[in-house]
Structures are given as C-alpha cells and as structure tokens.
C-alpha cells in the first residue's frame, strides 16, 4: 500500500503514521532472501517459532547498510520512504541517516520494556524543533509479523506532550503515566511500516511468547544541516559491496547518501578521474559538465 494524504496527515497531528502492507509480497520475500544470507535462521524463526533458534540468537548483532544482496539496499532507498520524508520537510534535498537492521527475540539482550523517549539523542547533536526545515523522518519497516506477543512498538500521539520541552528524552512511568497510559500498541503484519518523528515519543516492549521479529530502521533527514544524523557513511565507503552499491545506484539515491549531484561545483577533471578510478563501473557521463 502507497503512503497516502491520509497518513501524512495523521503524522503531522500525531507525530506517526502506521502503513500496514507497505511492502508488496515480491519485496517482502526479498529482503528475507538478504536477511537469510546474513543471519542463517532469523527469519524462519520469526515465521515459525517451533522451528529451531538461530545459532546466534542471544548475540547483540549490529547491521547497517550495505547488506548482502540487492533488496535490503533498494528498500532503504524506497521511493515512497524518500517522497513522505521530502514532503514533510519541504526539501527534496535528503540524506539518508540511517539503515539498520534489528534481529531480536525473547531473552535476546535487546529483549527489554524501553522507557518512552524520543530518539534524537542520537539523531542530532542538537534538539529538534518543531520547524519542518529540520524535520528528519525516522522508519521502522517490520519483515515479520508483530502481533502483541512480539515485541510491539508503543508510541503516543504528540497530542499528549505538544507545546511541552522535549527534555528529559526518556521519561519513566513514574514520571509520565499519562505518556505510558495514552500509548498505542503497534501491532501489524509483516511489509508494514512505522513512521515517526524525532519528536514522537515511543517505546520498544517485551516479548510475551518465545517469539522473534525482524525490523528495518531507515532514517531521513534534510542534508542541509550537519549536526543531523547518526551516521557519517564515508566510514562505510571502504568496503567492496559499498562500491557496488554506489556503482549502480541511481544519481537519486546516490545524492541520498551524501554524493554531489551532477552539476555540483565538486565536478572537475580531476574529481571526475579520481572517481572514476575508484568505481570503474560507474557511468560518469551524468557527472560531465552540461
Ligand atoms: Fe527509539
């Protein structure tokens, strides 16, 4: 299901939106297909819990873009990801900030009841205004079902916090009830989507059943401020499946991850042959000058 008005909408009064089936069937099989090759029995114990656990199911794992295979990749530039994001902050000069994958299951170390917060502590180096400019769109897409036994995200509408300072950033059920009273349950199935802001507050719960799920988190953010993101992705950007990625990415989605776009006073002789040397199969002719 495309993003709609409709959930546009609901984020700008909530501060989140909820897309279920975001994903078709075809890119739900192939991010299972990436997942599969990176972690060996993830999925199938996500989908079926009397299957074994994965060998490495109680290890803290951390997975961030590039991922092996193709899909994974393209669903962190989706289109749609890249368009809500743009209209919500006015620009269509987007960085992508984060793709990470999150692997969990009962008694897994990230298998914890999370206290509300907002996730901009390591979003930005600053605080996040309520001015769209500096909006950043942070997605949650969940490759396996979640129904109330797996872990479900909670989130509260900014109904219930707006014209507030924003600090603390996580607040305990002490100090908030009425955050963890008016809270809502993310239950959806596998190809749904959660989008929230860095002003939502929100939560990750336990897991009541022997139960595992599998989650994508892709961030956006406006590229004109430096103090936004959690990443720098030129850390990245030594490693070979990097330079495959970026060698065949569109100028779109290279531009999302930080590239000069054509036309960029970064484009000289010297830049073209320097990158052309370093991503042989890359097509510079968008890179020309006009
Ligand atoms: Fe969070």
């Not at 960085?95 to 930005?124: F, W």
């Not at 939560?203 to 959690?230: C, E, M, N, Q």
């Not at 330079?243 to 073209?272: H, I, K, N, Q």
Request: proline letters at 8%; hydrophobic letters at 35%.
């Amino acid at each position: 299901m495309a993003i709609t008005q409709a959930h546009i909408d609901h984020y700008r009064t909530h501060g989140y939106a909820v897309v279920e089936n975001f994903l078709s069937p075809k890119e739900i099989a192939g991010a299972r297909a990436d997942i599969e090759t990176l972690r060996p029995g993830w999925v199938d114990f996500c989908l079926d819990p009397s299957a074994p656990k994965p060998a490495d199911w109680n290890q803290p794992v951390h997975m961030r873009f590039p991922f092996p295979g193709e899909h994974l990749n393209t669903i962190t530039v989706h289109p749609e990801l890249r368009r809500m994001a743009a209209e919500l902050a006015g620009t269509d000069d987007l960085y992508c900030e984060q793709s990470d994958l999150s692997l969990k299951c009962m008694g897994h170390p990230a298998d914890r009841e999370q206290g509300m917060h907002c996730d901009y502590r390591n979003h930005t180096l600053v605080y996040p205004p309520d001015e769209p400019i500096y909006w950043q769109t942070a997605y949650l897409i969940y490759y396996t079902d979640v129904t109330d036994d797996h872990a479900p995200t909670a989130v509260c509408s900014k109904q219930h916090y707006a014209d507030e300072l924003l600090w603390p950033a996580e607040v305990t059920r002490k100090e908030r009830q009425d955050l963890y009273h008016n809270e809502v349950r993310l239950t959806v199935p596998a190809g749904s989507l959660f989008a929230y802001s860095m002003r939502t507050f929100h939560r990750g719960t336990r897991f009541k059943a022997d139960v595992g799920r599998v989650a994508h988190f892709i961030t956006y953010a406006p590229s004109a401020w430096k103090w936004l993101g959690i990443v720098g992705w030129g850390s990245k950007a030594i490693r070979s499946d990097f330079a495959r990625w970026v060698s065949t990415a569109s100028l779109e989605e290279r531009a999302a991850f930080g590239f000069p776009p054509p036309g960029d006073p970064y484009w000289t002789d010297e830049t073209r042959a320097g990158v052309s040397a370093r991503y042989p199969e890359m097509d510079m002719g968008p890179y020309e000058e006009g």
